[in-house]
């Protein structure tokens, strides 16, 4: 699926407010999240890291070397950038979890994870769609994968992660029912 400067824009409206559910499509994918310390404070968090990586696929020139990343929240981008002394714990043990969570697999850089974001780039299978908190410390982030169940979102799960996630189970796909039902319960 590419990604397309309406889309995009949709997307980052997504991130800022929670959509209606006559919006919603007819299936989502569910990602199930356990989080060290509150859902809301980790929404919040994933919220900050994706928004302006998801703002540069409808601004940046993607034919350039290196992307801004100003945006980017300081955490997001030391935990990202081999600087982890620099970056909260929350993101260390994320980004020891991802390592652990894809078998071994390497952290993203910073800039690797930012041109994903690209609206040309085909690789990125999913749109921000929602979080609902589901627990104290239990989040389910819902995508919209174009009713995949199988999709590529290693870049969404290494936000997961860096963002606070101790255990990640997902993608499901659920009828967008479940995810209306759930966003009513937690306004």
């Not at 356990?34 to 809301?40: E, I, N, R, T």
């Not at 993101?91 to 800039?111: I, K, M, N, S």
């Not at 769609?129 to 239990?138: F, Y």
Request: aromatic share 12%; net charge negative.
């Amino acid at each position: 699926m590419m990604h397309t400067s309406d889309s995009l824009a949709s997307e980052l409206q997504r991130l800022r407010d929670r959509p209606s559910a006559e919006a919603a499509p007819p299936v989502l994918s569910l990602f199930v999240i356990d989080v060290s310390g509150g859902a809301a404070d980790y929404e919040r968090r994933l919220r900050s890291a994706l928004s302006p990586a998801v703002r540069l696929g409808g601004t940046a020139d993607f034919e350039q070397e290196s992307l801004p990343a100003d945006d980017v929240p300081d955490w997001f981008a030391a935990v990202s950038s081999g600087n982890e002394e620099r970056a909260p714990q929350f993101a260390r043990a994320g980004r020891d979890g991802y390592v652990e969570h894809t078998g071994g697999g390497r952290p993203w850089e910073l800039q690797d994870w930012l041109y994903r974001f690209d609206p040309d780039e085909d690789s990125r299978g999913w749109e921000w769609w929602d979080a609902t908190q589901a627990g104290p410390s239990r989040v389910h982030i819902w995508v919209d994968s174009w009713g995949e169940s199988f999709f590529g979102c290693q870049d969404l799960l290494w936000a997961a992660y860096a963002a606070g996630a101790v255990r990640v189970d997902g993608p499901a796909v659920r009828k967008s029912a479940v995810w209306s039902a759930e966003r009513r319960a937690t306004r």
